[in-house]
C-alpha cells in the first residue's frame, strides 16, 4: 500500500486594512479636485450678484458659532475611534452619537440659514454668486449628512457587536471621511465667508 499525501489547501490571509485605508485616500483624493473646482467656479462668480443680494448678507457670527460645532465633531470623532481602538464598545458609542448630533445640529444651522437667504433674495437662480454658493455649500451639506448616517449605521452596528476593524466600513474609515468634510469646511468658511467680509 502506498500512501498519498493529501494536498492541504492553504490560506493566504492578507492583511486588507492597508488596501482599504489606501482606497479611502484615493477616493478623498478624488473628492479633493471635486471641491477644488466648486471652490474655483465660487471664486470666478463672487461678485457676480446681478441685481440680487451677495455677501452683505452673510451673518458671519451664526455661520462661526456653526463652524465651531462641526470643529468640534472632529474632536468626538477622534474619541471614538480612540475607545474604538481601546474595545470599549460604550464610549464608542457615546462618542459616534455625540459626533453624530453635532454633524446634525451643524445641519439644521445650514438649513436655516439658507433658509434666511431665500428671504433676502438670494436662491439659486438670482445670480452666479447664488448658484455658486448654494451649490458649493449645498454639497458640502450633503456629504456631511451622508457622514451622520455612517455615524448612525456604526452607532448601530456597535449594539449587535459587528464593528470590525478589518472589514466593512469601520470606525477608522468613517473617521477618515468625517474629518475631511471638516477641513473642506474651514476652506469653504474661509474663502466664501470670510474673504468676502
Given at each position: 500500500?502506498?500512501?498519498?499525501?493529501?494536498?492541504?489547501?492553504?490560506?493566504d490571509?492578507?492583511?486588507?486594512?492597508?488596501?482599504?485605508?489606501?482606497?479611502?485616500?484615493?477616493?478623498?483624493?478624488?473628492?479633493?479636485?471635486?471641491?477644488?473646482?466648486?471652490?474655483?467656479?465660487?471664486?470666478?462668480?463672487?461678485?457676480?450678484?446681478?441685481d440680487?443680494?451677495?455677501?452683505?448678507?452673510?451673518?458671519?457670527?451664526?455661520?462661526?458659532?456653526?463652524?465651531?460645532?462641526?470643529?468640534?465633531?472632529?474632536?468626538?470623532?477622534?474619541?471614538?475611534?480612540?475607545?474604538?481602538?481601546?474595545?470599549?464598545?460604550?464610549?464608542?458609542?457615546?462618542?459616534?452619537?455625540?459626533?453624530?448630533?453635532?454633524?446634525?445640529?451643524?445641519?439644521?444651522?445650514?438649513?436655516?440659514?439658507?433658509?434666511?437667504?431665500?428671504?433676502?433674495?438670494?436662491?439659486?437662480s438670482?445670480?452666479?454668486?447664488?448658484?455658486?454658493?448654494?451649490?458649493?455649500?449645498?454639497?458640502?451639506?450633503?456629504?456631511?449628512?451622508?457622514?451622520?448616517?455612517?455615524?448612525?449605521?456604526?452607532?448601530?452596528?456597535?449594539?449587535?457587536g459587528?464593528?470590525?476593524?478589518?472589514?466593512?466600513?469601520?470606525?477608522?474609515?468613517?473617521?477618515?471621511?468625517?474629518?475631511?468634510?471638516?477641513?473642506?469646511?474651514?476652506?469653504?468658511?474661509?474663502v466664501?465667508?470670510?474673504?468676502?467680509?
Amino acid at each position: 500500500m502506498t500512501s498519498h499525501s493529501v494536498p492541504v489547501e492553504v490560506h493566504d490571509h492578507h492583511d486588507v486594512r492597508p488596501i482599504r485605508k489606501a482606497a479611502m485616500w484615493v477616493f478623498l483624493g478624488s473628492e479633493c479636485m471635486f471641491f477644488g473646482s466648486m471652490i474655483a467656479t465660487f471664486l470666478l462668480y463672487r461678485n457676480e450678484t446681478g441685481d440680487g443680494p451677495g455677501a452683505e448678507i452673510f451673518d458671519i457670527p451664526f455661520t462661526s458659532a456653526s463652524s465651531f460645532i462641526l470643529l468640534m465633531s472632529s474632536l468626538t470623532m477622534v474619541l471614538a475611534h480612540n475607545a474604538f481602538e481601546n474595545r470599549d464598545p460604550r464610549a464608542t458609542r457615546i462618542w459616534l452619537g455625540a459626533t453624530a448630533l453635532l454633524g446634525t445640529i451643524f445641519l439644521a444651522g445650514q438649513i436655516f440659514e439658507f433658509t434666511e437667504f431665500v428671504h433676502k433674495g438670494l436662491t439659486l437662480s438670482t445670480s452666479s454668486f447664488g448658484s455658486a454658493f448654494y451649490m458649493l455649500t449645498g454639497f458640502h451639506g450633503a456629504h456631511v449628512a451622508i457622514g451622520v448616517l455612517m455615524l448612525m449605521a456604526m452607532f448601530y452596528l456597535s449594539f449587535s457587536g459587528r464593528l470590525y476593524d478589518d472589514r466593512g466600513l469601520n470606525v477608522e474609515l468613517v473617521g477618515l471621511y468625517w474629518h475631511f468634510v471638516d477641513i473642506v469646511w474651514i476652506v469653504i468658511f474661509t474663502v466664501v465667508y470670510l474673504l468676502q467680509v
